[in-house]
C-alpha cells in the first residue's frame, strides 16, 4: 500500500475532508455501536442557551469535554453523549425584550404572556444548528440531536417532581425576607447568582455622615451610610456594646457628637465617654418623616455586627433594604417601613421624589439633609456593588415574598458529598466551591417573570397550598384530561381546582422557577424520570465526569449538586473540570453581553480546530485564563502538529521509495528493536504513552499534551534526525518497521487532542477506517531507564557542542578532529558516543574528568561591593587575587564559600571569576558539564569539510559520497549549471536531472 504522497499540511482542507467522511460513515454512530454493553462513564453536558451566535469560549469548554469523552471511548467504555440545551430564564426574556423594543413588566403583560413566551421559545431554538454546526466542526463528539431541552413538558414535568420531592421533605417554604432584587427585572435574585462574574462592579456613592438628634440630650448621634435613600426608612440605630463611644465637641458651635472613640478626630474635644451598652434605648429624631412609626422604634439598639473599621460606629438600620437590619428588627420588635415599589422607585409615601428610581434619588436626598442642617460631611465613597449579571442594572436589598429551598438546613450533607468529588483543579473544593458551601444560605427560587419553569405550588383564598409532582396528578386535581397542556405559562396559570383541604379554588402561584433549578435537574429530568425509562436515569448517575468554566461554580456546580443531594441524597458527579475563563485581549471574559466575542468560524477558517484545540489544551494551564493568540494558535501548530507531519512526509516518501509495506494486523507490540535509537524511540514511546493516559485520567490534559509535544519533538529532532542515513542507504529494513508503529502509536495518542489530523495519519498508516475505532495503545514496558538517561547526556553534549562551533563560528559540516567530553555521573556506551560524535561530527570523543589545560580563570574584585568597605585596601586586594591562582581561588569559593586573600575574607559576592579558554578549543560548560572542540584542522579534514558542504553539489575527491548523500544515480562534472553554491568562498555551479530510474 503506497503511503504517499504526502502533501504540505493543511488543516482546514484535511479536516473539511475528514467531516465529510464521517458523516457519510456515521462514524460517531460505528463508535457507539463498537462500544455498545462496555463498561459505562458517564458524562454529563451543561447546557448552553442557544439564543444568540456561539462564540470561542463556548468551544473552549466544549473541546475539554470532547478530549476526556474520547479518550475513555478508546479505553474500551461505553461514554454517553447527550447534549442539551439550557432554555428558560432572563437571559431569553432581556433578549426578547430589546426585539421587541420592551423595558418593563408591564408592557411585557401589555404585550401578552402567551406572545411574549413564544417569542422566547423562538429566540432559543434560532441558533441551535449554529451551535450543533460549531460543535461538529471543533470534532466534539456531544450529540445534538438527542439533546434534551429544558422547555419541554417530559422535562418540566420531571421538575415538578424534583419540587415535591423537596416540599415533602419540609424543604420547600415561602418566606419574608430581604434578598437581592433587580428593578429593571423585576425579579430577586438567588445568593449563587451574586458570584458569577462580572456582577460586582466599582461605584462611587456619596456616603454621608447625618445628625440624628437625641431626645433627651443636648447631642446628636452621628450615622455614616453609603444608601442615602435608606435614610427615608430608618427605625432605628445599632451599636457595638462592647465598643467605646465618645461625646465630643462639634468644632462648628453645633450640638456635640457622638462616635465611636477610635473613629473620633485625634484632636477632639472630648466630654464625656460610653460603652455601647449605655446607649441602648437612647431615643433619637429621624431624618425622614414621610412614613408614620410606632412610638417605640427610633431607638438605639445592640448588634453584633457593628464595626469600628470605617463610618463611625453608629449603623442606621433600614430592615426593608438589610438583610442584617431584618434580623436586628425581628429580634427587637421593630417595623419595617417599605415605600419602595416594584420598580425600585419610591411610591406615593414620598411624594418629592416619587417615581424615582431610588439610586437615583440620592443627590437631591443628600441635599435635601444639607439645608435642614442634619448633613455634617458628604464623602464620595467607592466600593464593589452589586449589579444584575443578566441585564447590568445596580440591585437593591429589598424585603419581599419569595420561595426558598432550605438548603442552610443541609450545609452537613453538601459538605459531606463535596468530600467525594474530585476537583480539577484541587483547590477549588475547599477554596472558591468549599467556602460557598460554608457559607450557605437558603436558595431564593423563585422569580417574578414568565418564561420558565412554573411553580407547581396552587393556593386557595384561606391560604391553603398543594404542591403538584406531575401532570397526572394535576389532571387528577383539576378533573381533567392535562396530557397536552403546555406547561409553561399562561396556559398553566388558567388551570384550577378544589383546595384538597377546604374545597375552595385554588390558582396557582405566579412566580416560575429560578432557571439554576431547572439545570441542576438536569441527571433525572433528561430521563424524564421517574415517569420515563427509570433505568436509563438509574444506570447513568452519578456522572464520571463533567466540565464547564469557573464561572458556574456557583451555578451550574452548585445547583446540581444542591438539587441532587437534597432529593436523592449523593452528589450527581464524581469528578468535575472547573476551566478558567477565555478572555480578550483586555483580561475580559468574552460575552454575548459585553460583545468582545471571537468568532470561532474565523479561526476554523484561517488555522483549523485542530490547531485551536492544540492550543489550548498544550498552550499552558487550563486552570489560568486563555487570552486567544492567533500567533501561539500557529506557533503551537508548527511546534507539534506540522512537526508530525513533516515526519509523515519523511516516513511516507522514503518507505515508497523503498517499496516498504506496513503490516496489516492490527498494531503491533514486537516490533524488532537492536539499533540503539530503535531501543530508545520504543522506550520514550512507552513512557509517553504511560504519562499522557495518566493525564487524562488524572483530568490534566497539559500533562499529557507536553509529554505528547516531547516525544513528538523527539521522535523529528533526534530519530529521525540521528537515522536519515538508516532510510537513505535503505539497508535496514527495522527502521521503517519502528518509525511506522511510532507513528500509528502517535496517531492514537494524538486522538482525542486533534481528532481530525489523528484521524488522517492513522488512515494513511495502517488503511483503517478511523483512529476512533481504534482502543487506546497500552505500556509495553520496554521503558529502558538506563538508556534513556544515555540518550539524555548525548543530547544535553550534543547541544553543548552545537554552542561551541556557533560561538567559534564553525560550519556544522566541517569535521573536526575530536571532541573533549565532561560528564560527571553517566557512563557513555559506544552505541551511544558514536551518535554523539556523528552529531558533533568530530572524528573522536575523548571524556576528561576537568577541563584542567584547557580552561584558566582569573579573579578581579568586585568594586561595588569591596569598595565601600575596604576603601583603599581594595588596590591591596587586586593586587592579592592578581597574583594568585585562580583555580585554586575559585575552587575554595565553590568548596568553602570563600577565601581569605590579603587578610580579607571574600565571598562570591566580593569577586568575579572569569574564564579564559585554550586558543585552539571552543569551550561550552553548562554547570559541571562541559564540552570542548578542538579547532585544529588539517588539509584532509578541510578538505571533507568543503565535500560535505557541497551535499548537493562536487567536489572531485568525495563524489561518490555526495552522490549517496543526495540519492543522485551519477555524479558529473562540467562547467554548467542552473544553480550555485557558495561552498567554501567558491562559487559552484550544480545542475539537477530526474533518472529513468527514479521516475
Not at 371 to 386: D, I, K, Q, S
Not at 904 to 929: C, K, M, N
Not at 970 to 977: Q, V
Amino acid at each position: 500500500m503506497p503511503l504517499g504522497p504526502v502533501a504540505p499540511l493543511d488543516l482546514v482542507a484535511l479536516e473539511r475532508d475528514a467531516l465529510e467522511r464521517w458523516r457519510e460513515t456515521d462514524l460517531f454512530g460505528q463508535v457507539r455501536r463498537l462500544r455498545k454493553g462496555a463498561e459505562p462513564w458517564i458524562f454529563y453536558e451543561g447546557p448552553p442557551t442557544a439564543n444568540g451566535q456561539p462564540g470561542l469560549h463556548h468551544v473552549w469548554a466544549r473541546v475539554f469535554k470532547d478530549l476526556f469523552i474520547r479518550f475513555q471511548t478508546m479505553r474500551g467504555h461505553d461514554v454517553p453523549r447527550k447534549g442539551g440545551w439550557d432554555c428558560h430564564g432572563l437571559p431569553v426574556e432581556i433578549e426578547v425584550e430589546k426585539e421587541l423594543g420592551i423595558r418593563s413588566k408591564h408592557e411585557i403583560e401589555a404585550y401578552g404572556v402567551e406572545n411574549f413566551n413564544r417569542r422566547c421559545r423562538e429566540s432559543v431554538q434560532r441558533y441551535v444548528e449554529d451551535f450543533a454546526a460549531v460543535t461538529e466542526r471543533a470534532a466534539v463528539g456531544i450529540d445534538t440531536r438527542d439533546a434534551y431541552w429544558t422547555l419541554s413538558n417530559d422535562y418540566i414535568e420531571s421538575v415538578w417532581w424534583l419540587l415535591r420531592q423537596l416540599w415533602d421533605q419540609g424543604l420547600l417554604y415561602e418566606g419574608h425576607r430581604v434578598t437581592p432584587y433587580c428593578a429593571r427585572c423585576g425579579t430577586a435574585l438567588s445568593s449563587h447568582e451574586l458570584g458569577q462574574p462580572g456582577a460586582y462592579h466599582d461605584i462611587t456613592d456619596p456616603s454621608v455622615y447625618v445628625r440624628f438628634p437625641l431626645r433627651d440630650r443636648d447631642a446628636d448621634l452621628l450615622v455614616w451610610t453609603t444608601t442615602p435613600w435608606t435614610l427615608i426608612s430608618n427605625v432605628a440605630v445599632a451599636a457595638g456594646p462592647d465598643i467605646e463611644y465618645v461625646e465630643v465637641r462639634d468644632p462648628e458651635g453645633g450640638r456635640d457628637l457622638i462616635v465611636a472613640a477610635a473613629l473620633a478626630p485625634d484632636d477632639a474635644d472630648v466630654v464625656a465617654r460610653f460603652t455601647g451598652r449605655d446607649l441602648l434605648g437612647w431615643r433619637y429624631q429621624r431624618p425622614f418623616d414621610f412614613l408614620p412609626i410606632a412610638d417605640d422604634a427610633q431607638r438605639v439598639v445592640a448588634a453584633d455586627f457593628v464595626s469600628t473599621d470605617e463610618g463611625t460606629g453608629l449603623v442606621h438600620l433600614a430592615p426593608a433594604f438589610g438583610a442584617d437590619d431584618m434580623e436586628v428588627a425581628r429580634a427587637e420588635g421593630l417595623p419595617v417601613l417599605n415605600p419602595v415599589d416594584g420598580d425600585g422607585a419610591f411610591d406615593h409615601h414620598v411624594a418629592p421624589w416619587q417615581g424615582r428610581f431610588v439610586k437615583d434619588a440620592d443627590r437631591d436626598i443628600v441635599d435635601d439633609l444639607d439645608a435642614r442642617g442634619v448633613l455634617v460631611r458628604e464623602e464620595p465613597y467607592t466600593h464593589a456593588y452589586p449589579h444584575c449579571w443578566r441585564c447590568d442594572t445596580p440591585l437593591i436589598y429589598w424585603a419581599k415574598t419569595s420561595w426558598f429551598i432550605r438548603t442552610s438546613e443541609r450545609k452537613a450533607d453538601l459538605l459531606a458529598q463535596n468530600e467525594r468529588i474530585g476537583w480539577h483543579p484541587e483547590h477549588i473544593k475547599y477554596g472558591r466551591f468549599g467556602d460557598w458551601l460554608e457559607n450557605n444560605v437558603d436558595w431564593a427560587l423563585s422569580r417574578d417573570r414568565y418564561w420558565g419553569t412554573p411553580l407547581p405550588v396552587w393556593r386557595c383564598a384561606d391560604g391553603h397550598d398543594t404542591c403538584v409532582g406531575s401532570v397526572a396528578e394535576l389532571s387528577s386535581l383539576a378533573e381533567a384530561d392535562l396530557s397536552d397542556l403546555d406547561l409553561h405559562r399562561p396556559f398553566v396559570d388558567e388551570v384550577t381546582f378544589p383546595c384538597p383541604r377546604c374545597g375552595g379554588t385554588t390558582r396557582r402561584q405566579l412566580p416560575v422557577l429560578d432557571a439554576w433549578f431547572d439545570s441542576g435537574s438536569m441527571p433525572s429530568a433528561q430521563h424524564h424520570h421517574p415517569f420515563g425509562d427509570r433505568t436509563a436515569f438509574e444506570s447513568a448517575f452519578p456522572a464520571d465526569f463533567i466540565c464547564e468554566a469557573i464561572d458556574q461554580t456557583r451555578g451550574w456546580f452548585y445547583s446540581l449538586l444542591a438539587v441532587n443531594t437534597l432529593v436523592f441524597g449523593e452528589t450527581p458527579y464524581r469528578n468535575v473540570v472547573c476551566l478558567d475563563l477565555v478572555v480578550d485581549a483586555a483580561g475580559k471574559k468574552m460575552s454575548k453581553s459585553t460583545g468582545n466575542v471571537i468568532d470561532p468560524w474565523q479561526i476554523f477558517g484561517e488555522h483549523g480546530s485542530d490547531a485551536l484545540r492544540w492550543y489550548f489544551f498544550s498552550a499552558g494551564s487550563p486552570w489560568t485564563s486563555r487570552r486567544v493568540s492567533e500567533d501561539g494558535i500557529r506557533e503551537a501548530t508548527r511546534k507539534t502538529l506540522l512537526t508530525l507531519w513533516n515526519v509523515l512526509a519523511f516516513f511516507a516518501t522514503y518507505a515508497d521509495a523503498d517499496g516498504w509495506s506496513p503490516p496489516t494486523d492490527e498494531i503491533s507490540t514486537e516490533v524488532e528493536a537492536t539499533h540503539v535509537l530503535d531501543r530508545w524511540l520504543l522506550g520514550e514511546l512507552d513512557d509517553t504513552i504511560a504519562v499522557v493516559g495518566a493525564g487524562l485520567d488524572d483530568f490534566d490534559a497539559l500533562t499529557a499534551a507536553t509529554r505528547l509535544a516531547t516525544f513528538v519533538d523527539d521522535l523529528s529532532n533526534w530519530y529521525v534526525r540521528r537515522s536519515r542515513r538508516r532510510f537513505w542507504q535503505a539497508s535496514d529494513q527495522s527502521v521503517y518497521a519502528v518509525l511506522h508503529h511510532a507513528l500509528v502509536a502517535t496517531a492514537r495518542l494524538l486522538a482525542p487532542f486533534c481528532p481530525f489530523l489523528a484521524d488522517d495519519i492513522h488512515s494513511r498508516l495502517t488503511g483503517d477506517a478511523s483512529v476512533h475505532l481504534c482502543d487506546w495503545p497500552l505500556s509495553t514496558g520496554r521503558r529502558d531507564p538506563a538508556l534513556a538517561a544515555e540518550v539524555d547526556a548525548a543530547r544535553r553534549l550534543v547541544a553543548l557542542g552545537r554552542a561551541a562551533r556557533t560561538d567559534a563560528k564553525v560550519r556544522v559540516r566541517q569535521p573536526l578532529r575530536r571532541a573533549l567530553l565532561l560528564h560527571p555521573g553517566v557512563e557513555l556506551s559506544d552505541a551511544i558516543r558514536r551518535e554523539v560524535a556523528d552529531e558533533l561530527n568530530v572524528k573522536e570523543l575523548e571524556d576528561v574528568e576537568s577541563l584542567a589545560g584547557l580552561l584558566t580563570w582569573t579573579v578581579v574584585p568586585n568594586f561595588r561591593t569591596l569598595g565601600p568597605r575596604l576603601g583603599r585596601r581594595v588596590d591591596e586586594v587586586k593586587q592579592a587575587l592578581a597574583e594568585a591562582d585562580g583555580s585554586a581561588v575559585r575552587r575554595a569559593l565553590t568548596e568553602h564559600g570563600h577565601v581569605e586573600v590579603a587578610g580579607e575574607r571574600l565571598g562570591p559576592d566580593d569577586v568575579e571569576v572569569r574564564a579564559h579558554q585554550h586558543e585552539d578549543f571552543a569551550i561550552t560548560h553548562e554547570g559541571s558539564w562541559a564540552v570542548a572542540l578542538d579547532l585544529d584542522l588539517d588539509e584532509d579534514l578541510r578538505l571533507e569539510g568543503v565535500a560535505r558542504e557541497l551535499v548537493r553539489g562536487l567536489n572531485a575527491a568525495h563524489g561518490d559520497w555526495i552522490a549517496s548523500e543526495v540519492l543522485a544515480v551519477a555524479l558529473d562534472r562540467g562547467a554548467g549549471g542552473d544553480h550555485r553554491l557558495d561552498v567554501d568562498g567558491e562559487s559552484v555551479a550544480v545542475a539537477l536531472e530526474l533518472s529513468s530510474e527514479g521516475r
